[in-house]
């Protein structure tokens, strides 16, 4: 039921603003709403409403500290029927004040970086394009793991050879701020072409990447990716008037090592 679960797990996060209780998603799933809860505790130590209350609040710390949207913004971008409601839980789960974690985060950020030469960063559009991509319960630490991994789970080179060999990609949910669970969904570009003949496992699915600016850096390995972000969120951005608008980081296979797409608020 492993596969399930993480089924659940993605669905709890894909709807973060939706009020649907775990009923429904027992009934997408195909299961009762008490094995739903049992098993996804079983694998997650936590129960899925409960780790849905976590992401709503991990995705209101990564607005907070990445944006400058308002509270009530935020509020309703992370799913909270009212600010007052927002932002008790946030208290409970942070120990501080929405307005205050945002000026605390916002000082811990640039106090580890004081000083660093900024990264050369573009602003690039990218259009709207699909990945086919299964979630990594684990860190990745070399540029190899993001095809290879991809490859052995897809059954070697019959996907590669069917994407015409695709670069990889690895879409990261963690980066700047921690998060509960570490997480990252893994796979390959798909060309267009290759959409209506693919054979999807069921571990793997085929998310859209909508189109969006992007504040793009190239390193040369993936422990490189987090303090390039934190340097494009403290240093480059803000003297740009551009901000990150707290969607994960895609990171792209690059003939110099590894592209990271930082998504962009959409300028006004």
Partial sequence: ????????????????????????????????????????????????????DVLRLEKAARLLTLTPLSISDIVSECGYRNHSSFSRAFQRHYELSPRLYRQRQRARLSSQCPGSVPPPFEVRQHSERQALVTRVYKPLKRIGDITRLARQTHGGESLTGKLNRAPGLAVVHNLPLPCALERVDLGLMVPPKAVASLAIPPTFRLIELPPRQHACVVVEAFDEVATAVQQLVVNCLPNNQRHANGEPVQVHWHPRGLELRLPLLATT
Avoid: C
């Fill in 1 to 52: 039921m492993f596969n399930e679960m993480m089924r659940a797990e993605i669905w709890l996060q894909d709807h973060l603003e939706s009020q649907k209780g775990i009923d429904d998603l027992a009934s997408r799933l195909g299961y009762s709403t008490s094995q739903v809860r049992r098993r996804f505790k079983q694998r997650f130590g936590i129960t899925p409403s409960a780790y849905r």
